[in-house]
Nanobody, 124 residues
Framework: QVQLVESGGGLVQAGASLNISCTAS????????MAWFRQAPGKEREFVAV????????FYGDSVNHRFTISRDDAKSTVYLLMNNLKPEDTAVYYC?????????????????WGQGTQVTVSS
C-alpha cells in the first residue's frame, strides 16, 4: 500500500508560478507511473500530467501542455508539478496518484492510490 501526501498549494495571481509536491509517506513509487489530476467545484476529475517509472516518458492534458512540467525524484519518493503562467481556470484541488500496472495513462481508473489533494487558487 502507498500513502501519498500533496503539499505546496495556495493562492496566487494569474500569470504566477507554483510548484506542488507529492510524497509517498508509506510505500515506494520507484517502479510506478505517477500522475496529477485536478478537480474544480462541480466538475469531473481531470487528467493533468503523468510521468513513467523511468522518467523518459511524460504526457500532459491539452489545457496544461507547454505550461506545466511534471518531474520526479525517486530518492525522495516525491513527484512534482511545476505550474507556470497560471490562469483562473487552473483553480482546483490537485491530486497525485500512482499506477502500478501502466506505463502512462490519462484515465482515473488506471490509478491505484490517491492523495488527499492540495488546493490551488488562481485569482484574476
Amino acid at each position: 500500500q502507498v500513502q501519498l501526501v500533496e503539499s505546496g498549494g495556495g493562492l496566487v495571481q494569474a500569470g504566477a508560478s507554483l510548484n506542488i509536491s507529492c510524497t509517498a509517506s508509506a510505500g515506494t513509487i520507484t517502479n510506478y507511473a505517477m500522475a496529477w489530476f485536478r478537480q474544480a467545484p462541480g466538475k469531473e476529475r481531470e487528467f493533468v500530467a503523468v510521468i513513467s517509472q523511468n522518467i523518459d516518458t511524460t504526457f500532459y492534458g491539452d489545457s496544461v501542455n507547454h505550461r506545466f512540467t511534471i518531474s520526479r525524484d525517486d530518492a525522495k519518493s516525491t513527484v512534482y508539478l511545476l505550474m507556470n503562467n497560471l490562469k483562473p481556470e487552473d483553480t482546483a484541488v490537485y491530486y497525485c496518484s500512482v499506477g502500478f500496472s501502466i506505463l502512462i495513462a490519462d484515465l482515473r481508473d488506471d490509478y491505484d492510490y490517491w492523495g488527499q489533494g492540495t488546493q490551488v487558487t488562481v485569482s484574476s
